[in-house]
């Protein structure tokens, strides 16, 4: 069973930073594709950000050089720069295939339950 659980979500003003966590087991950090999704309201979860098992990390044209995904005890999302279309419930996520590239929801098969995120302009 993977379980997975976020923290760090919360309310900040654009231009701030915040630091997603993702509580993972040592087995699921070491074995899985992990990715951070997000979707806000009334739009389609999309992908943020993910790193392969063995350290490889992709991320979606609208954060690059904004988030960074990394991993050791636990999955981690810096997010600096942030802006109000940030705004969006994100996700943690794990697949045990192997991939690359802007992560996509269908590619993943376990989720975390999700934490907010505000940005305030």
């Known amino acids: 069973q993977v379980e997975l659980v976020e923290s760090g979500g919360g309310s900040v003003q654009a231009g701030g930073s915040l630091r997603l966590s993702c509580a993972a087991s040592?087995?699921?950090?070491?074995?899985?594709?992990m990715g951070w999704f997000r979707q806000g309201l009334g739009k389609e979860r999309q992908g943020v950000a993910s790193?392969?098992?063995?350290g490889m990390t992709s991320y979606a044209d609208s954060v690059a050089g904004r988030f960074t995904v990394s991993k050791d005890n636990a999955l981690y999302l810096q997010m600096n720069s942030l802006k109000p279309e940030d705004t969006a419930v994100y996700y943690c996520?794990?697949?045990?295939?192997?991939?690359?590239?802007?992560?996509?929801?269908?590619?993943?098969?376990?989720w975390g339950r999700g934490t907010q995120v505000t940005v305030s302009s």
């Open positions: 996520a794990a697949s045990p295939v192997y991939g690359l590239g802007t992560p996509q929801p269908a590619e993943f098969t376990y």
């Open positions: 040592e087995y699921t950090l070491s074995r899985f594709r």
């Open positions: 790193i392969t098992a063995g």
